[in-house]
């Protein structure tokens, strides 16, 4: 599906740039309207960029560079300075060129009467769409600093959360890296050597070191086919994974894989929910919030059901049981909600339930730690053990026969 930049303005008065995917200009300017967004502008994405290498990277800003500097925003404008001062301060400490160049644009905007919110909108997708919205929030309460410290908790929480999941999973990566070169260096080096010694064995090799040479023999006579087939499977499968059938198919697999689906989905969870009671402490409405977190979670499958979430209370559905039609969420997240509707003190409970989720997550990983480590190390010493069996095996055989 063709993607699209469309600038639209929010039911709360917020101006945001976006991407979309949808079949046809029209089809996109229709749903944008039945979601009540007005529309300035839509163009369509150009796809040239992503078919270079590194070319549908978005122009970004490192998530420490960012909160470093909204630390300081944040201290300056507490501190009594004006905004346009405190600006001017944190350029002259700025070294990415980049981020230099954007906050200096954000800069002249401000100081040409618009508001911080819309000036960070108009740098297009260097700068998160929630920062944006939770500046707009700010403006409005004149609570800037405070909602800039909320913002800041909230990327710290998510990341030192992201930073642990990734964290898990280096070691086993390491050691499945390490097993995939080990047994490679045995089929294409050793295995070679052996098999000009057991030529004269002929059908007498044992049914295992037949399967080993033959397999060493295909890898090492198509060595340069198998790369290229390799690299084009690779090209290929990177391909269909940007467009919208393979996201979702990637997100959809990334939730249902056996032991590491679940932390994908608990992670999800709480992102979302996270995300939303930061909104919503904001004092961006619900209807708003929701939509923003949709985007937020970073699974497609989950952004599809919850923008269905969003639709459902924008006409009159309560938030508890349209999170409970989609299936993605465990009774515990729904009765926090629920409760939180009730009583008022929504944006707390969904802290509590992420808080929760997070929780979960820490236990599932040490649990999948425990079993993981041991298990590859026993995997691989079995995938070695079986190419040394196999290319000893003639040996043993043979010596058994010559002892009797």
Do not use: C
């Amino acid at each position: 599906m063709p993607e699209f930049i469309a600038k639209i303005g929010m039911t709360d008065g917020t101006v945001m740039e976006r991407a979309y995917t949808a079949e046809s200009e029209g089809a996109l300017r229709a749903e944008l309207q039945d979601r009540e967004y007005l529309i300035f502008t839509i163009r369509r994405k150009s796809g040239l960029a992503a078919l270079l290498p590194g070319g549908a990277r978005k122009r970004s800003v490192s998530t420490k560079e960012f909160l470093l500097f909204n630390q300081e925003l944040a201290a300056l404008i507490k501190a009594g300075l004006p905004i346009i001062a405190s600006l001017e301060i944190l350029l002259e400490r700025r070294k990415n060129v980049l981020f230099k160049k954007a906050l200096e644009d954000v800069r002249d905007r401000v100081r040409g009467g618009a508001a911080l919110s819309e000036a960070f909108v108009a740098q297009g997708e260097m700068f998160p769409a929630i920062y944006s919205a939770t500046l707009a929030s700010g403006e409005r309460s004149g609570e800037i600093a405070s909602v800039l410290l909320r913002y800041i908790s909230y990327q710290k929480t998510m990341g030192a959360l992201r930073r642990k999941i990734v964290g898990a999973l280096i070691y086993p990566a390491i050691l499945f890296t390490l097993m995939i070169g080990l047994v490679f260096i045995l089929v294409t080096f050793v295995v070679p050597k052996f098999t000009d010694f057991y030529a004269d064995f002929g059908g007498d090799l044992p049914l295992l070191t037949r399967i080993l040479m033959a397999f060493s023999s295909a890898v090492t006579d198509h060595l340069v086919v198998a790369l290229v087939v390799t690299a084009g499977a690779a090209l290929g499968l990177r391909a269909w994974l940007r467009t919208e059938a393979g996201k979702i198919a990637w997100d959809r697999l990334a939730i249902r894989i056996p032991v590491l689906g679940g932390v994908n989905h608990r992670f999800a969870v709480s992102r979302f929910m996270r995300t939303l009671g930061t909104l919503i402490a904001g004092g961006i409405p619900a209807v708003t919030a929701l939509g923003m977190s949709a985007r937020a979670v970073g699974n497609r499958l989950f952004e599809t059901q919850l923008l269905d979430v969003e639709r459902q209370v924008r006409e009159g559905s309560s938030l508890w049981q349209a999170l409970e039609r989609t299936g993605l969420f465990n009774d515990i997240a729904i009765e926090m909600t629920k409760v939180g509707e009730s009583t008022g003190a929504l944006q707390d409970m969904l802290t509590n339930a992420s808080d929760f989720y997070d929780e979960e997550i820490d236990a599932r990983i040490a649990t999948i730690m425990i079993f993981l480590e041991p298990l590859m190390l026993v995997i691989m010493g079995a995938f070695v053990a079986l190419i040394m069996l196999a290319i000893y095996l003639p040996l043993l055989q043979s010596y058994s026969q010559s002892s009797m």
